[in-house]
């Protein structure tokens, strides 16, 4: 579809810089937002780097020595077991594979354009861990993971993940006058009468009037495209993370910058030389006390002492697995594995 043109005047509020593998500035309702975007090399064949870890602060290695971090990992990269309390984490793995294991006993791989989206509510442990499984050659892995806060009424609910395939995720391809092509892919919400399957059901993001919308967007050298206006008092936050230079509205943004945009207008994107990508998160906020520490977000400190308490008494149902850093052999082929033992595929239902 062809789209109309808007002025480039009263589209944006604010730029701001982007930090490589850090978390990026985030509008209520979301929480944080981070690219991990790792060149990890060939495999070991225990899932791990084939090559030296010397010069590395294990344990907690963020610091992208050879385009790739080992994070909290000490075998397997990536994030060992640990809590949550309170929100939601969508991680959106644009390619490679991430392993899932949390304390219900469910599990889960997946990746290459697959969504997990993970209400933590009451408490959960999870990890997330990103075996490197071909020994013959390197092991991209390139992922966002998006916290979205609850409501108060919703922080307690029970812990429950939806897990969206990339098959049905919904894309939208645009040309514009002169023939050059944007591609949105829609991970959460809605772009015009596009749905992307439904969040979990005690989501802020369930309620249509929230206005939740989690969309990337990429575009060839020189495309133009129309961001449609949105409802008064709806955020939305566009991060330029891959590209040369993307004009947005009367503002040019150079790469790794983000734009905070005006609701109520249309946004007109012009990108530059070369292919450009975006992110955009958009949302009703929810407006609410926000208490966090660590990887527990609650409405008051009390709230927080208390989710402490808990997760010392209960561990938020223990710990099923063998290792902190589960991983789920050397088959890439995707799954979740429920608590209760059903199994869903790309394509199938649970069961």
Same mark, same amino acid.
């Given at each position: 579809m062809e789209q109309k043109s808007a002025t480039k005047k009263n589209q944006v509020e604010e730029v701001f810089e982007l930090s490589k593998g850090r978390p990026w500035p985030t509008p209520d309702p979301f929480l944080f937002c981070v690219h991990h975007n790792d060149k990890f090399p060939k495999g070991n064949g225990s899932f791990g780097p084939a090559t030296s870890l010397d010069g590395r602060q294990m344990g907690m290695d963020f610091a992208? =020595?050879?385009?790739?971090?080992?994070?909290?990992?000490?075998? !397997?990269p990536g994030f060992?077991?640990?809590?949550?309390?309170?929100?939601?984490? !969508?991680?959106?793995?644009?390619?490679?594979?991430?392993?899932?294991?949390?304390? &219900?006993?469910?599990?889960?791989?997946?990746?290459?354009?697959?969504?997990?989206w993970l209400t933590a509510?009451?408490?959960?442990?999870?990890?997330?861990?990103?075996?490197?499984?071909?020994?013959?050659?390197?092991? #991209?892995?390139?992922?966002?993971?998006?916290?979205?806060? &609850?409501p108060k009424k919703s922080k307690m609910v029970a812990p429950y993940f939806a897990m969206l395939w990339?098959?049905?995720?919904?894309?939208?391809?645009? =040309?514009?006058?002169?023939?050059?092509?944007?591609? &949105?892919?829609?991970?959460?919400?809605?772009f015009g009468q !596009? =749905?992307?399957?439904?969040? #979990?059901p005690d989501s802020w993001a369930s309620d249509p009037h929230n206005e939740v919308t989690?969309?990337?967007? =990429?575009?060839?050298?020189?495309?133009?495209?129309?961001?449609?206006?949105?409802?008064?008092? !709806?955020?939305?936050?566009?991060?330029?993370?891959? %590209?040369?230079?993307?004009q947005v509205g009367d503002r040019s943004l150079s790469h790794m910058h983000g734009a905070v945009l005006i609701e109520e207008s249309e946004v007109h994107l012009e990108n530059g030389?070369? *292919?450009?990508?975006?992110?955009? &998160?958009?949302?009703? #906020?929810? %407006?609410?006390?926000?208490?966090?520490?660590?990887?527990?977000?609650?409405?008051?400190?009390?709230?927080? *002492?208390?989710?402490?308490r808990d997760y010392q008494r209960t561990q938020f149902g223990g710990w099923p697995w063998e290792t902190s850093d589960p991983v789920h052999g050397s088959d890439p082929e995707r799954f979740a594995r429920r608590g209760d033992g059903s199994i869903e595929r790309p394509g199938s239902k649970a069961g």
């Open positions: 992208w =020595k050879d385009g790739w971090n080992m994070y909290h990992g000490r075998k !397997v060992p077991a640990h809590p949550h309390r309170g929100f939601e984490t !969508v991680t959106v793995v644009r390619s490679g594979r991430l392993d899932h294991a949390d304390s &219900l006993g469910a599990a889960a791989r997946y990746g290459d354009g697959d969504v997990q509510g009451a408490g959960i442990q999870h990890a997330e861990m990103f075996p490197l499984l071909s020994t013959e050659q390197e092991n #991209p892995l390139d992922l966002f993971q998006i916290w979205l806060n &609850l990339a098959d049905d995720i919904p894309q939208v391809t645009n =040309k514009d006058s002169a023939g050059r092509v944007t591609e &949105l892919e829609i991970r959460a919400g809605r !596009v =749905k992307a399957p439904p969040p #979990p989690i969309l990337t967007g =990429k575009m060839a050298s020189g495309a133009q495209f129309v961001l449609p206006a949105v409802p008064a008092g !709806v955020n939305r936050f566009l991060y330029f993370f891959a %590209g040369e230079s993307l030389a070369g *292919e450009g990508e975006f992110l955009l &998160l958009q949302g009703r #906020p929810i %407006g609410e006390p926000v208490a966090q520490h660590g990887p527990f977000v609650m409405n008051s400190r009390q709230e927080l *002492e208390e989710a402490y």
